[in-house]
């Protein structure tokens, strides 16, 4: 059995196969290291590209009510911007029951 292993890695093609093999397996420049790299990098990038779709349809939602109407645009104006009309006063109620106490 160890001979006729032995006689197959001697035959020139196989021994050539073997090393090409290993060669694209662990030195060339598109090794497996490489790849898995490269494969991790793809997922981070797609969960990236997920995350700005999402914010891509939250701007175009806005971008809707900003070209809607005047009452739509009053809206947003008032409520985001804190856009108030020169004879109005704006309260701002900020909840502190989340922040820690002074001593």
């Known amino acids: 059995m160890k001979n006729r292993i032995l006689s197959y890695l001697g035959n020139f093609y196989v021994a050539t196969g073997l090393f090409m093999l ?47 109407t005047d009452r739509l645009r009053e809206k947003l104006a008032r409520e985001k911007y804190l856009m108030k009309k020169p004879t109005e006063d704006i309260f701002v109620i900020v909840d502190e029951s989340n922040e820690p106490l002074e001593k």
């Open 22 to 68: 290993g060669w694209m397996t662990l030195v060339d420049a598109n090794d497996l290291i490489t790849q898995f790299d490269n494969w991790i990098k793809l997922r981070e990038l797609e969960k990236e590209a997920a995350i700005y779709q999402q914010q891509i349809k939250e701007v175009q939602v806005e971008r809707k009510e900003v070209l809607g």
